[in-house]
């Protein structure tokens, strides 16, 4: 990005043109509290920001807030180029309007770990434009040039002292022509962006008083719990629900697509009469299928050609003329995104009109889809979007399911209606992470790594969605082998393959996707071969990545912060990782030991991050911390399995998370740079699995390449080793 | 009718005895800050305090608590120094754990002033937070206490 970014107006209401210019502001979900919203707009030159007669900053946020702070960084982006007063500014969820589409997916949507990248320049150039205005607004009442003023701290500051507040400026302001370009702060004079700033969003929270949607009621509301099919894909033979109807409380119920919803007048007694449905199903092909029977069938076909996703030189002829041949089969589970909110959808349906209020990443493809379940246009449904207790991709499905079927319940119903899920119906109801199973083989000559090929085998996320034209090429999903295919490390004959195996599951996004599973295989496999060369983890990544400096960078940093190579306490062991994801670099260096009862102990965790230009430090922190958590549930205890077709999890004791008394001690170094900005949401999750299985090598000499890390997988691995 | 004090106020309900106390509060009472994580116990999302003590609120039916006293998030107030230092070290995330987390920590700093490591992980590691905050968490618990963080495990 160059150092004074220019936008033009053109490109600017490009993006706000379809909601006609100026005053845009359509939608107030008092989320963060009551009070908030209320301010009259004075000034508001654009989409994003409007400043009231009492200088009152509110700025529209188009990204959800699922906790990765874009409610905090996404206004220091605006508040830097405004120069506002930073204690008076405000955040509004923005409506599902055009004029907030992503600057690159050209829909609404928050995911990708993209929001600040993509909102960079036009949140810039948003604060840009209005403190532009405020100055020459200024400028005028005073008759003196605009070059003459600055903006700092909510205020115009003229030649001989004078002082005109934003507050006493807007009405004037908002009388002037929006400005053709405007030019952006030389970053050395930024005064918030990079430094930690408190998230806006907090206090509501800690009060108690921020509204999730699971939260959101209105007079006249009910509450329904729908009863799903036991196997996916299956379809209701028949029910009796005489017995759920005499639950009180229950008003009524309705078989719907995705099953058969007791609407209740509360979440007990609809959740209670859903236990007394009496419910038959016609199965179908899914009760055939079982964990067991997948892996076999992955792995037979992991022995078979693939789609080439990437070739360099020749894997097949190099790999049996190696002096050495190091083989391994890696697998990862179904993963469920289980935020600690359920999924949930308020839908107030009306003749002509559909009001829907959830927390959606995927604004516009719910919408859309919510318009075609009412039987409505579009733009006759209104989305908004509320604070996600936890999103991590479950709520930006192409699917659209739990959207759809709150608005088939509200059809049934007619009056406003939220549809609540149990955290059983959340664990059960798919759309997980996928299954993989990887094949995997280097060949080694002269202390070199000379050949290296991968087959992954799994479902694609994409195919059969909405998204395939544009993701799926030559039948490669590139979420299937990104973090695989695209490995930093030079080898001269390289070949990455893939399998897309297709069946009744339902698999989405899971918080770093594809390179969930990719890192863990990558990084865990070039340490075996780092081993086999007889040369130290850290070091030899170090000679691979020679010409990767990010890469190298935050590597570096983590093995530093670490005290590589120092001496630990008998039995711990120390594992190294370094992986690029959605733009940014992430290295991790965990240290592990294993209990008296064998359990896997993550002590310590030493990560260093490189996003680039950054936002708010103490948000990269904060990121890191949670991928190293969420990624350390998925290696050391999570696991979807199926049998009958039937889910074997239900909740959280069966499908256990990290909790408090496990959690590492994570330290988090953000290398200064320059660069673009990159992602941060998702970008500390791959890197914590391999960085532990390594670890676990590095303190007891046991290699585990099947995930989740449990006693017994340790223990069969210590008896191979 | 069931009678019992939420935050210091007399409420009467008209709700089926064995509702658990999560969905009164937070259906019938508008109480919305107590969330639903599992319903089984399981996560302290619904974590409140009654007659002073620790309760997982979906799993204490309506019919228990009668003629008790709740305490739920709404009635801890911003100046206790566990809503304070949960700012000042900026715990939250996504922040749906939040209110039990909390809730959970005072009732911690009540029994121990000034907790051990093994005393917060006891207290804590019932309540799950999927954004990963646990570090912040204890570290914010000692801040409340006045204590230092040794941070982590051993």
């Known amino acids: 990005m160059s150092e004074d970014t220019q936008m033009s107006r053109r490109d600017f209401l490009k993006s706000g043109a379809a909601l006609g210019g100026g005053l845009v502001i359509a939608c107030h979900v008092p989320l963060l509290g009551p009070a908030w919203g209320a301010d009259p707009a004075a000034f508001a030159p654009n989409a994003f920001l409007r400043v009231a007669s009492d200088g009152t900053t509110t700025i529209i946020v188009g990204k959800a807030e699922m906790g990765q702070g874009v409610y905090t960084s996404l206004p220091m982006l605006v508040a830097e180029e405004l120069a506002c007063d930073w204690r008076k500014v405000r955040v509004e969820a923005a409506p599902d309007a055009l004029a907030y589409n992503h600057t690159t997916f050209g829909m609404m949507v928050t995911g990708g770990s993209s929001s600040v990248w993509s909102e960079w320049e036009r949140l810039s150039s948003a604060g840009a434009t209005a403190r532009t205005m405020l100055v020459q607004a200024a400028a005028q009442t005073w008759k003196v040039k605009p070059e003459s003023c600055r903006a700092e701290n909510g205020a115009v500051l003229g030649p001989a002292g004078r002082r005109l507040s934003y507050g006493e400026l807007a009405a004037k302001a908002a009388k002037l022509p929006v400005p053709e370009k405007v030019a952006l702060k030389d970053p050395k004079h930024y005064t918030l962006l990079g430094k930690p700033m408190h998230r806006i969003d907090s206090p509501a929270k800690i009060a108690g008083t921020a509204i999730f949607g699971i939260d959101v009621q209105v007079p006249g509301m009910l509450t329904a719990v729908i009863a799903r099919p036991p196997v996916f894909g299956a379809t209701l033979k028949s029910m009796d629900a005489t017995k759920a109807r005499q639950v009180p409380g229950v008003v009524q119920v309705v078989a719907i697509p995705a099953g058969v919803a007791v609407v209740a007048e509360g979440f007990w007694p609809a959740k209670t009469g859903r236990d007394q449905l009496e419910t038959v199903w016609d199965e179908g092909p899914g009760s055939g299928l079982s964990t067991e029977g997948m892996r076999a069938e992955y792995a037979r076909l992991g022995a078979t050609p693939g789609l080439v996703a990437r070739r360099e030189g020749s894997a097949e002829t190099a790999l049996p003329a190696a002096a050495q041949l190091l083989q391994a089969e890696y697998e990862v589970p179904y993963l469920s995104h289980s935020p600690m909110e359920t999924l949930n959808c308020f839908v107030d349906l009306k003749p002509g009109s559909c009001l829907i209020r959830t927390g959606s990443q995927f604004q516009t493809v719910d919408r859309a889809a919510a318009a075609k379940a009412a039987g409505l246009k579009p733009e006759q449904v209104t989305l908004e979007t509320t604070l996600l207790g936890g999103g991590f991709g479950r709520r930006a499905n192409p699917a659209s399911d739990f959207v759809i079927e709150a608005v088939q319940v509200a059809k049934a119903v007619q009056k406003p209606v939220k549809v609540v899920w149990s955290r059983e119906d959340d664990i059960k109801g798919g759309y997980y992470r996928p299954m993989w199973y990887d094949r995997i083989s280097a060949g080694l000559s002269d202390g070199k790594l000379t050949s290296w090929k991968h087959t992954i085998v799994g479902q694609s996320i994409i195919t059969g969605t909405a998204f395939e034209s544009a993701l799926v090429k030559n039948g490669i999903d590139d979420t299937s082998v990104e973090g695989a295919a695209d490995l930093p490390y030079p080898i001269p004959n390289l070949q990455v393959e893939l399998h897309s195996t297709r069946n009744v599951v339902p698999t989405l996004w899971w918080r770093s996707v594809g390179h969930s599973h990719t890192a863990f295989v990558v990084e865990s496999f070039l340490d075996e071969v780092a081993l086999a060369l007889g040369k130290d983890p850290y070091r030899y990544r170090q000679e691979l990545l020679a010409g990767h400096p990010r890469h190298l960078g935050v590597l570096n940093e983590a093995a530093r912060m670490s005290g590589w190579g120092t001496d630990l306490p008998a039995g711990h062991g120390r594992g190294i990782c370094v992986h690029e994801s959605f733009k940014s670099f992430v290295a991790q260096v965990a240290e592990v030991s294993l209990d008296g009862s064998g359990k896997l102990v993550v002590h310590r965790v030493y990560c260093a991050v490189d996003c680039g230009r950054i936002v708010n430090p103490d948000t990269i922190a904060a990121q890191m911390e949670s991928g190293v958590a969420f990624g350390l549930s998925a290696a050391l205890y999570g696991a979807i399995t199926l049998k009958k077709g039937r889910v074997e999890q239900a909740n959280f004791d069966s499908y256990p998370v990290l909790r408090l008394d496990a959690m590492p001690k994570v330290e988090v170094s953000i290398i200064k740079s320059a660069e673009k900005p990159g992602g941060i949401g998702e970008t500390g999750v791959p890197p914590i699995a391999p960085a532990v299985a390594n670890a676990l090598f590095a303190a007891v000499g046991a290699r585990v390449r099947t995930l989740p890390m449990t006693p017994q997988r340790i223990a069969a691995a210590r008896g191979r080793s | ?154």
């Open chain 2, 1 to 154: 009718m069931i009678t019992f004090h939420v935050n210091g106020k007399l409420h009467r309900v008209d709700a089926s005895p064995d509702t658990p106390l999560l969905w009164v509060l937070r259906d019938n009472l508008k109480l919305t800050g107590t969330k639903f994580g599992c319903g089984e116990g399981l996560c302290g999302a619904c974590t409140v305090l009654i007659n002073d003590l620790p309760q997982r609120s979906c799993s204490v039916s309506v019919s228990e608590v009668q003629d008790k006293r709740i305490t739920t998030i709404e009635g801890i107030p911003a100046s206790h120094p566990v809503k304070k230092s949960w700012i000042a070290q900026e715990v939250s995330q996504c922040g749906y754990c939040q209110p039990g987390q909390v809730v959970s920590a005072v009732a911690l700093l009540k029994r121990h002033p000034k907790p051990t490591e093994v005393q917060i992980d006891h207290a804590m590691a019932g309540n799950i937070c999927r954004c990963g905050s646990y570090q912040r968490i204890r570290t914010a618990i000692h801040a409340a206490a006045g204590t230092v963080s040794k941070g982590g495990k051993p």
